[in-house]
């Protein structure tokens, strides 16, 4: 027996483990200081009473002999998928039931999708990244070649004509950098993709902190992404599901490559290694699709991105650069005298007691960069950066 070796390539994620430690340390040396945590990157407000009265009478249910549900379809029962189906149509976009696939989140899907490509395909990632991505493809023994987001392309990286890809990963609204790719980028990028019989793997999760109408939150509004486009969206952060897992997967029918069908065998691969999501789950999740959910879910949302306001006023004030704050609950800002992140980590927490996220742990050209989250409360989040703004004004 040979275990695989691609597993001794992972980095070890020290990230959180190492911010964790700090700030133990800083509490146990300083225990009157109030630690306030803009490093989150869970949702914080509890489920809506539309979900709520949703899963509840889910589960009486689930209770009767005349409703009780044992195995459901693997790809997601249909009052769901057409929940779904008609909200992509606010966004003119027409699926077919069959393309959508409903899963326990996004990132098993992203970790998942890699059964259906060969392992010597070659796989595009932008730098910084959520690193699912590389350490899934890390996993499977794929030769990862990285594209810089950086300053000078607003963290917003476009295809290189001269590189020669298979699969390309796009997170828009971008963790961690907060930044929304346009439909013109995403067009280059749909272009690169078809020249290149590539697929384009497109996580959405954060969608519904688009504000800005003309900023696509499907890549299925512009033309030809369904015959390049794989898109990836979960309620964790659009419905605060982080607990409670339900995510979907758009596989368009036009996908066929090698004469294989992608649809047809994601729905093979689901139906041999998937047993699907819980009905009470699936019910819940069908209630933010409706007119009280979308209503709900909205007030929180917009909780949020009062305190991403709040964030990103406080730099304007004190000019200091920053992506995202806009259309995304994440705020990505230069370090001040670009510093490396982990020295302005360590300046935030043993002066002011607010706790980030060190960009290095995204990527290289994180190093001088430093994320904010909009996850935690108004108030405290006032704090944080009434101490921030006294700190470097
Ligand atoms: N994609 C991105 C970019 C994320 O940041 C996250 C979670 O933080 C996920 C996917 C995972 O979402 P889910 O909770 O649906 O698995």
Redesign the pocket.
Known sequence: MNTNQNYKNLNESYLFSTIAKKVNDFTSQNPDTEIIKLGI??VTLPLCSAVIEALHSAVDEMGEKETFKGYGPEQGYDFLKSAIQNYYKTNNVNLDLNEIFI????????GNILDLFDKDNTVIVPDPV?P?YVDTNIMAGRNIIYTDANENNNFLPLPDLSVKADLIYI?SP??PTGAVYNKEQLKQWIDYAIKNNAVILF?A??ESFIDDNNLPKSIYEIENAKKCAIE??????TAG??GT???YTIVPNALNFNGMSLNKMWLRRQTTKFNGVPYIVQKGAAAVFTQDGQKQIQENLNYYKQNAKVISNTLDKLNIKYTGGKNSPYIWLKCPNNMNSWDFFDILLNKIGVVGTPGAGFGKNGNNWFRLTSFNTYEKTQEAMKRFYNLFK
């Open positions: 990157g869970d899963s326990d989140g996004a990132k098993s899907d992203l959520y699912v997170c971008n963790n996580d999760a954060y990836f969206c979960s309620l964790s952060k599901f982080t897992r339900c995510g």
